[in-house]
């Protein structure tokens, strides 16, 4: 067991994830997130910033402000998102369409640093390629809401090219489990084993009608 400075134990690997079809059905496993409906709030939260309000008051950054309003030292704030456009539209080939998430002169001292830190994107032979570098990242609660997320990025951004989805690969420098969910862990770790795991498979669309039941039950429950 390894010490984190959450004051939890995990369990870590350094890890390399490629997913060669990012957009191919069915692509939400019901094992891996809370709800449904918090998947699609994430969602919405990186690509479209429905969280940004809250930073400075109860949290430090979010990804879309880091990715698409990079304030840089001297107040200028930079949109990375469009920039990787705009250079993968001259030159789809480019080895510089990247955003960077590091803010050393504010995440050097903060307790939640962002986790992810580099995203670099490029158009090989008619399709947009996604990688991205995490130097720390949840594997049992956190991952997956990061790659559907980056997912839905490369579609984003596929389409702003016109080209076809490619290929994700997603890195990790501690990809960790805590302590207080190994026992939750174990028992998804069983259902695999055991075959049964391959019935929780399911699509995007029906994932999202879920949600909005979710949602409707929970707005009939208020007082």
């Known amino acids: 067991l390894i010490d984190s400075e ?16 990012p957009l191919e059905e069915p692509r939400v496993h019901v ?16 690509l479209e910033g429905i969280s940004d309000w809250r ?5 430090h950054y979010t990804y879309h402000e880091r990715l698409r309003a990079y304030k840089a030292g001297h107040g200028e704030v930079v949109d990375q998102i469009a920039y990787i456009l705009e250079k993968l539209k001259k030159v789809p080939y480019s080895r510089r369409a990247v955003a960077i998430t590091w803010q050393p002169w504010r995440d050097e001292w903060v307790d939640s640093p962002p986790c992810l830190q580099f995203v670099q994107a490029r158009v090989i032979k008619g399709r947009l390629h996604l990688w991205t570098f995490w130097r720390s990242r949840d594997l049992f609660k956190a991952w997956f809401y990061n790659a559907f997320a980056m997912s839905e990025m490369m579609r984003y951004m596929a389409k702003e090219l016109g080209v076809e989805v490619g290929i994700y690969y997603d890195m990790s420098t501690s990809l960790h489990i805590y302590e207080r969910d190994f026992e939750q862990v174990e028992k998804l770790v069983r259902l695999v084993k055991e075959g049964r795991s391959r019935t929780k498979w399911i699509t995007t669309d029906l994932t999202a009608r879920r949600a909005k039941f979710e949602a409707m039950v929970r707005q009939s429950m208020l007082p």
């Not at 959450?6 to 079809?21: D, F, H, N, P, W």
Request: aromatic residues 14%; charged residues 30%.
């Open 6 to 21: 959450y004051g939890q134990k995990c369990k870590e690997a350094t890890a390399v994830l490629i997913v060669r079809k």
């Open 31 to 46: 094992a891996g997130i809370l709800d449904f409906k918090s998947l699609f709030e994430y969602i919405d939260e990186v």
């Open 55 to 59: 930073i400075g008051k109860d949290w």
